[in-house]
């Protein structure tokens, strides 16, 4: 048996203001050629497959295509909901999607209801079948599920051990027939993750990362959340998401893991890339060294977020640097060395400016980080000049 561990797809998110729908499809492609190449037998989806609770229309579309295709390639698909999405409308014809070979766990009352798929006999002495259990634990909001789950306490660590507890509860019911191997789906932030800056912060209400060893005994734990491809410990992971949300990302291989499993439980975890359409730059320096040095090249082409460290703020910064990289997507500045020592606050300086040419000036200084220039003073001159004309012809 061949699993595809993926999670945080994120569908119709966008990167900074660009829409990301077709870069979506195209990883949709990666994942159904993956499912050929592979021979997958059943993808997982560890939560946030869309990005909001109501997800446009397209986006919606773009889905039903994808599971669509996934399920022509041969593949089962097991799939629970994440903190962005709606559990209750991703989980609409539940029962009738099931199926079709497309399984969601998105409620309470299915954490101890999995997926049982045969693996075959166990080795020769121990006797009997060998079946894999697949289990969805989706995004558990403590406030509101503490009481159902019989939780002591609404905290993140107590409602997923009262989940996990559920599951083991059942694996111990079905060994008494069968030797259970168990996959368990969960989006949550576990103990020793490393997050970017593209998801959202699980840690207010006093939601918290949770230990590892409440996943200890289960065969495989595919953890959704955290959007970089991680190991915990061998047999649990974060798949990451399959494309890049934040310039955080920047430096991340996305990708999957290909999970084999037989009769006797795990055999392999391996790794399962998707290739970026885009790369991200993440650049920082004078504007004119940015502008002139041919290693800044390869970012000609690539989403950029900038960083300016220039004494003083250069003029048309962000049109300047897009004559370059014209898929500058991000401009910040943290001058070096700069001479922009703020002596006296913005207020004290105003109070001390003997006109009205000084006061505008000093806004523009304050804001942009660089005092205006002889043609700049004038055109504000020029300005106040007309505004004052307006109000002496009332």
């Known amino acids: 048996m061949r699993l595809l561990h993926t999670s945080d797809w994120h569908l119709g998110r966008s990167f900074h203001g660009v829409g990301m729908l077709d870069a979506q499809r195209a990883f949709v492609d990666q994942l159904v050629g993956a499912v050929e190449q592979h021979r997958v037998d059943v993808v997982l989806v560890a939560g946030d497959v869309y990005d909001r609770a109501l997800p446009g229309v397209d986006v919606v579309r773009l889905l039903d295509e994808a599971l669509v295709r996934l399920a022509a390639a041969g593949a089962q698909v097991v799939l629970t909901s994440g903190n962005h999405d709606s559990a209750i409308r991703l989980g609409f014809a539940s029962r009738l999607l099931e199926r079709g070979g497309v399984h969601l766990r998105t409620r309470i009352e299915a954490l101890d209801e999995p997926l049982l798929l045969p693996l075959g006999e166990t080795a020769a002495g121990e006797g009997g079948e060998a079946v894999l259990a697949i289990y969805g634990i989706p995004w558990l909001e403590p406030r509101l599920v503490a009481e159902q ?40 932030f576990a103990s020793g993750g490393i997050s970017s800056d593209s998801e959202r912060d699980l840690s207010i209400g006093g939601v918290g990362a949770v230990p590892l060893d409440l996943f200890e005994g289960f065969s495989y734990t595919a953890l959704g959340h955290l959007h970089g491809r991680q190991t915990l410990s061998p047999h649990v992971r974060y798949s990451g998401s399959p494309l890049a949300y934040s310039f955080s990302e920047a430096t991340h291989q996305k990708g999957g893991w290909l999970v084999d499993l037989g009769a006797e439980g795990v055999t392999s975890v391996r790794e399962v890339l998707w290739p970026a359409p885009r790369a991200l730059a993440v650049l920082r320096g004078p504007l004119a060294e940015l502008l002139e040095s041919p290693a800044h090249q390869w970012a000609e082409s690539a989403y950029c977020q900038v960083t300016l460290t220039d004494a003083q703020r250069p003029a048309r910064a962000m049109e300047r640097l897009r004559s370059r990289f014209p898929d500058t997507l991000v401009l910040g500045f943290d001058p070096e060395g700069g001479t922009q020592a703020a002596a006296s606050s913005y207020s004290s300086r105003l109070a001390d400016a003997p006109d009205d040419l000084a006061v505008c000036c000093g806004f523009l200084e304050h804001v942009r980080g660089r005092v205006p220039d002889d043609a700049e003073k004038a055109a504000v001159a020029v300005a106040l000049e007309n505004v004052r004309l307006l109000e002496a012809s009332r």
Request: net charge positive.
């Open 149 to 188: 789950l019989g939780a002591d306490t609404p905290s993140h660590f107590e409602v997923t051990r009262a989940a996990t507890g559920m599951i083991r509860e059942d694996i111990k019911r079905r060994s008494a027939s069968a030797t259970v191997h168990s996959v368990v789906l969960a989006h949550t």
